[in-house]
């Protein structure tokens, strides 16, 4: 079984709220509302998943140290709004994707680093989540969503026209998660293990690529970045 575990204090959520006021700052200036009205409900929907159903329905979700509640708000809008602004960046081929990807990396970075070297003593958190009995299921979803690609693009030639690009998909359903999991467990927020690392970057955020295709495609054909409907 594979139970991801972590270790913060309050530092960290103070020095992620700064973080995270900075990426909204910076995709309204830039004109990027689409990714942060995706980040802000990928937000909310990571907190109905943890809360609502691992916390309370399955009793799987462990807080320790914190409100459950309020800790695990802020921590599905943190993951919202970087791993799923993230995503939308990448599935735009954004021309300065690769500025965001540093800024956002070397945040996590900064985040973790920085609450653990001056603000060490704030109170430790610990959370857990048990994940043995749903894995299967993500795996099973993982399989129809990308199942589903092929299909489209052996049956139909893609999706309106072009084919689909499924290695590009997986490479950013892999990485970002891969990223996120690779910071927390070099920084020592998440507990040493390498299983963690390995299941959750291929499950986790990679088995919703699919269904973000769809959406991201949908919603570009009607509305430009800033939220402007298209004419």
């Keep these: 079984m594979v139970i991801p575990a972590r270790t913060v204090t309050y530092g960290n959520i103070l020095f992620d709220c700064i ?13 990027q509302k689409l ?19 691992f916390y309370h329905a399955l009793g799987t979700r462990v807080v320790e140290g914190a409100n459950p509640t309020i800790f695990l708000f802020w921590l599905s809008m943190s993951m919202g709004l970087t791993n799923f602004v993230w995503i939308w960046l990448w599935l735009n081929r954004d021309k300065n994707l690769l500025g965001w990807s540093i800024f956002i990396v070397s945040g996590w970075l900064m985040v973790n680093l ?18 043995g009995s749903y894995h299967g299921v ?27 690009n499924i290695l590009w998909l997986l490479i950013i359903g892999i990485l970002v998660q891969f990223g996120w999991e690779f910071i927390l467990l070099i920084t020592g927020v998440r507990n040493p293990g390498f299983m963690p690392l390995v299941v ?10 699919p269904l973000m295709f769809f959406i991201h495609t949908a919603v570009c054909d009607k509305w430009d970045q800033d939220g402007i409907k298209k004419r």
């Design 19 to 31: 973080f995270l006021a900075i990426l909204v700052v910076l995709l309204i200036m830039s004109k």
């Design 35 to 53: 990714a942060l009205i995706v980040g802000i409900l990928a937000g909310l929907l990571y907190f109905l998943v943890d809360w609502g159903i």
């Design 114 to 131: 920085m609450a653990k070297n001056f603000l060490g003593n704030w109170g430790s958190i610990y959370i857990q989540r048990g994940t």
């Design 138 to 164: 993500m795996a099973l979803i993982l399989f129809l969503g990308y199942g589903f690609l092929l299909f489209r693009n052996l049956l139909y030639g893609g999706w309106k026209g072009k084919k689909i």
């Design 200 to 209: 959750n970057s291929l499950l986790e955020t990679n088995l919703g690529l």
